[in-house]
């Protein structure tokens, strides 16, 4: 079993930065890959940024050159940076787990073993 606790959520001018942070405990293995999605009332949960074991990354069109997703193997923490944030980046930020991931194109919200509880993230004009 893994638990996954996200952190550094909050509220931030339009512009402005946070860095959220996601600890994985249990069972984690060097080969998971991790996540983040968000999720806005009304919309559908979608996908952010993935990285996997070996640092492959992958990115939503939308945050491509305003999010930065890292990861720390020795701490099992993820972490995401969101620099010139905006508005419609409001939404509950969620960190998930995925065991043996080969190739971060796999990753997706329907197949994600863990998923933390999320974090709320709401940007002010």
């Known amino acids: 079993q893994v638990q996954l606790a996200e952190s550094g959520g909050g509220l931030v001018q339009a512009g402005g930065s946070l860095r959220l942070s996601c600890a994985a405990s249990?069972?984690?293995?060097?080969?998971?890959?991790m996540a983040w999605f968000r999720q806005a009332p009304g919309k559908e949960r979608e996908f952010v940024a993935a990285i996997t074991g070996g640092d492959e990354l992958r990115y939503a069109d939308f945050v491509v050159g305003r999010f930065t997703i890292s990861r720390d193997n020795a701490k099992n923490t993820v972490y995401l940076q969101m620099n010139s944030l905006k508005p419609e980046d409001t939404a509950v930020y969620y960190c998930a787990l995925k065991e043996r991931v080969l190739r971060v194109g796999t990753i997706s919200a329907y197949n994600m073993d863990y998923w933390g509880k999320g974090t709320q993230v709401t940007v002010s004009s």
């Open positions: 249990g069972r984690v293995f060097s080969s998971s890959g």
